[in-house]
């Protein structure tokens, strides 16, 4: 039992590190933003948020500072070369270019090493036959923590994904049954509407803007964005340049078979939500009512 909570603590700690490293340059950069605003404006509710955001921006740094020296200790420790997956989990995770797969190692050794030096007191109370193979378990689980965490936010990442597509798509097209060519249609599409995966399309047209190869962009939103339907998306863009095929027909297709997915991902979760539903009038109303008719037959009893 006590190995069991050892695992699980050494687990959420890493997750709740990492966690914290995905978000603070987002809270940086918010920060930021509230600094000049607050700057030129005198209104109080301004000042209020301009102060909340401040808050926000130190519980970041105090973040930044633990994932720091997790990382100093993981290089310190000395870690491994990193897997040629990383890369692509960390793009599927949205973390690819605020991340680096040595930080990226270098913060799971440190974690593991953590939790690891967290969890050796518990362990004492263990026979020394049993504390030799658990603590090495416990430091396992605290460096491969972060991959289980990298895996929840990219299906996260999908799912938010596949809710937002159809209607990105279908604004493409109008975009490009305008007369507007790919990328300038990209820029619009990322500046006109919000949400993932506008701000994906955004990026690969600044992307275009900076002189990167059209095949190259592509390829880098096939990696933050791992869907079928974004790979179809990108071979249909290519096709286009390639061969001159018209490209406004392959995202009506698109944009109608991503809704028809959306319509039965939504079914198929609402017939898992039938029996929890069930379960909880089973356990919770049904008795609740039971109580009731039993305290009115003790009372009248009585």
């Known amino acids: 039992m006590t190995i069991a909570l050892a695992a ?3 687990m959420l700690l890493a997750a709740g590190l990492t966690d914290l490293a995905a978000v603070i340059e987002a809270r940086r950069t918010t920060a930021r933003v509230a600094s000049a605003r607050g700057s030129t404006t005198s209104a109080p509710g301004g000042s209020r948020t301009a102060r909340g955001r401040s808050r926000t921006a130190r519980g970041g740094s105090r973040a930044a500072r633990g994932v720091a020296m997790l990382a100093r200790l993981g290089r310190r420790l000395g870690v491994p070369a990193p897997p040629g997956e990383l890369d692509a989990r960390l793009a599927a995770a949205g973390l690819g270019s605020a991340v680096r797969t040595a930080d990226a190692m270098a913060v799971k050794g440190g974690a593991g090493a953590a939790v690891a030096l967290a969890a050796a007191p518990a362990l004492a109370a263990l026979p020394l036959r049993m504390t030799i193979v658990a603590l090495p378990a416990v430091a396992a689980a605290g460096f491969f923590a972060p991959d289980l965490w990298l895996a929840r936010r990219a299906g996260r990442r999908a799912a938010r994904a596949g809710v937002e597509l159809a209607d990105v798509l279908d604004l493409l097209r109008v975009a490009i049954v305008a007369g507007l060519p790919v990328s300038r249609a990209l820029t619009e599409v990322g500046r006109r509407r919000g949400g ?17 190869p059209r095949a190259d962009a592509l390829a880098a939103l096939r990696r933050s964005l791992p869907l079928p339907a974004i790979g179809l998306l990108t071979a249909a863009i290519a096709r286009a340049d390639r061969h001159g095929a018209p490209l406004a ?5 698109l944009a109608q078979a991503a809704r028809a997915d959306r319509t039965r991902a939504l079914h198929e979760q609402a017939a898992r939500a039938a029996p929890r539903i069930q379960l909880a009038v089973a356990l919770l109303l049904v008795p609740a009512v039971l109580l009731v008719v039993a305290a009115g037959l003790v009372h009248g009893l009585a």
């Open 196 to 212: 993932l995966v506008a701000t994906e399309l955004r990026i690969v047209s600044e992307r275009l803007a900076l002189g990167v």
């Open 249 to 253: 027909p392959a995202l009506t297709a």
């Open 8 to 10: 699980l603590a050494g």
